[in-house]
């Protein structure tokens, strides 16, 4: 039996709200921003790398957002378009917003970094009245990202969201996705996490990531004291990660824990995007969670070896492929309770 019920007569498997961006990675990598002169451009933000990474799956998705009136917006569009990605919620801005531009720095295979430009940013000028009941009735979950709520009128516009999934019994899947770009205190981050949270089937995010949600209830928690707080609340699983250290998933009294696949990584980041595409695969499939968890970090190890996020994420034949060479190689990597 599916821990979350998911209704299987809607024709959407996913409906995401959140950050749509453009990537800049460098082809000259291992050198700094300094020194970089040459990059190569992808569809990025974290829910829109998740949007083409369970279209590569074969799962239908739907998108809330909104892109600039401009040549990048055009690129969006067609990015979703090509992957197949419903864009008919996807709205154009009227007052000069831009798509975010993120820099990536890969100094090494260990270590990169982000450089993002978020000043009037049209992600963040969703509003409430590009939300409507029908879209989100249409589809078997609701992701909300965790940036969509660090300014108005986007945070009200997920808000709007979430009222309308519980209308609707639609689950919410909560990526926590926190940038610290646009939010004003810790308090204001809690507050507006916290919110989200209390209503969502699924949560995903790192340790650090649920301490920022939890900033209002006092004494920090450790990762069990975590997952029964919100199981408290709505959530049916909780997965809390620990990047290297490899992740979690807490289901009832249960945990099931995960090492990485074993990769040689190109960068250090994207895996999140691969792991949270390939886990909801899952879920949607109604396979157990260590099946989920076991799909969820394999595809995030071939992310992190990949030049880009969304235009390399995998079928699934390939994530099943890599599982099994690794197996051969390295044995099971989950740890069942």
């Known amino acids: 039996m599916s821990i979350i019920a998911f209704d299987t007569a809607r024709p959407l498997d996913l409906v995401l709200l959140g950050r749509v961006a453009i990537d800049f990675n460098p082809v000259d990598y291992f050198q700094t921003l300094v020194e970089s002169t040459t990059f190569k451009k992808y569809l990025g933000g974290s829910p829109a790398n998740i949007a083409v990474g369970l279209a590569r799956l074969q799962k239908k998705c739907g998108f809330f957002a909104r892109v600039s009136d401009d ?68 589809a078997k979950a609701l992701l909300i990202s965790g940036t969509s709520l660090a300014q108005s009128p986007s945070r009200e516009a997920a808000l709007k969201a979430v009222t309308l999934a519980q209308k609707t019994n639609t689950p919410i899947v909560f990526d926590i996705d926190y940038r610290p770009y646009n939010w004003v205190s810790k308090d204001e981050i809690a507050l507006y996490y916290a919110r989200v949270a209390e209503a969502a089937s699924v949560i995903l995010g790192s340790r650090e990531e649920y301490d920022l949600t939890e900033v209002l209830l006092g004494t920090p928690m450790t990762d069990a004291q975590s997952a029964a707080y919100w199981q408290g609340k709505s959530a049916k699983i909780v997965v809390i990660k ?96």
């Open 71 to 138: 040549r990048f917006g055009e690129y969006a569009i067609s990015e979703f378009t090509r992957e197949g990605v419903d864009t008919s919620r996807v709205v154009r801005c009227t007052n000069g917003e831009k798509l975010g531009l993120t820099f990536t720095e890969i100094l090494s295979r260990d270590e990169s970094s982000i450089l993002m430009y978020r000043n009037n940013i049209a992600d963040l000028a969703l509003e409430p009245g590009d939300i409507d009941e029908d879209y989100i009735k249409s």
């Open 242 to 337: 620990h990047g290297k250290q490899g992740s979690t998933a807490y289901v009832g009294g249960d945990s099931y824990s995960i090492k990485p696949f074993p990769i040689d990584a190109l960068k250090s980041f994207g895996g999140g995007d691969g792991y949270g595409s390939a886990f909801l695969y899952g879920l949607l499939e109604g396979w157990s969670i260590p099946d989920c968890l076991e799909l969820g970090s394999a595809s995030a190890s071939l992310l992190v070896g990949a030049h880009g996020c969304s235009a390399f994420m995998p079928t699934l034949g390939e994530i099943q492929t890599f599982i099994a060479d690794c197996k051969a190689q390295y044995g099971e990597m989950v740890a069942r309770s």
